[in-house]
């Protein structure tokens, strides 16, 4: 089905919160040739259509092959800001009014960016988005997964002189062959100098379901990355259901990493009751920002302004506000959905 015009000006102007955005994901092939240029680095491709056929993923592996080779290009401060700004206003466009956003420093380190030049570039940005769109942004530090864990706590104290600049920790890349308890002894320390903790239990991966459990049990999150393999277990459901804890579901990726959208997990577990939100994990990369998420998810799903309006909500339930802040942008959404017509979900 194709969403009417006026669902899609409503997606877009919905007021939102986006929970799953990796900065480096950001990166779109004409800001590549041009930090390319600054920084005097030669590239294997010279069009945007050139970089686009390279963007041939059939599973997370495959995308994160094109994925960091392509942030050579990030080097300075200025870098940094650069691509940070570039999504804030899009994102801006889109009807977020408050995004949390997951960096991956040990991908900028490992080929001997300094992590300042990382952390730096991107505060600038995050400060100017607050002065200048009224956007409200966070940073989340993620680990790979596929490095080691003394690696992840070398660079958990690198991250601490920056600590009031970072709401949480993340944990990314390669999943396979690198379960959550791996980094059982990085996120206990993490929490205990006051992070937030986040984990991505990405789509169908081998062994899925006992990672879900690890992430639950021994890791103890507030908030879960993709994650809607939990619909294989009841068990699991009902924990993430009791605990209140979001799921960032990404819909446009999951369809290049996997089959599909996993539009049946994603609104059945909404209706269950479950905080899912929809978001754009990698936009550069799938080719669709925040707005655009919730569009192809209501196309594909069939799914009204009431339900769009519920998954803005979750957004906002699911994010790491202060209760004062969360209420004060439910009321923004209660009010867009009335001055629209649309009745809230019950
Ligand atoms: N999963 C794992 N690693 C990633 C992702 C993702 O969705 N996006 C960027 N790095
Ligand atoms: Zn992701």
Redesign the pocket.
Known sequence: MTASEALISFAHGLPKAEL?L?LE?TLEPELRFALAARNGIPLAQSTVEEVRATYDFTDLTSFLAVYYPAMGVLQTADDFHDLAWAYLRTAASQGVVHTEM?FDPQAHTSRGVPFENVIGGYRRAVVRAQAELGVSAELILCFLRDFSAEHAMSTLMEALPYRAWIVGVGL?SDERDNPPSKFAAVFARARAEGFLLTM?CDIDQPGSIGHIRQVLTEIGVDRI??GTNIVEDPELVALVTERGLGLTC?PV?NSFVTEQMKSDEIVGLMRAGVAVTVNS??PAYFGGYVGDNYVALAEQAGLDETDLVRLALNSFAASWLTPARRADYVGQVEQYAAAHGVPLPA
């Open positions: 799953h990796h994901g997951f990314d991505h990355d993709h990404c990726s994990d990698d």
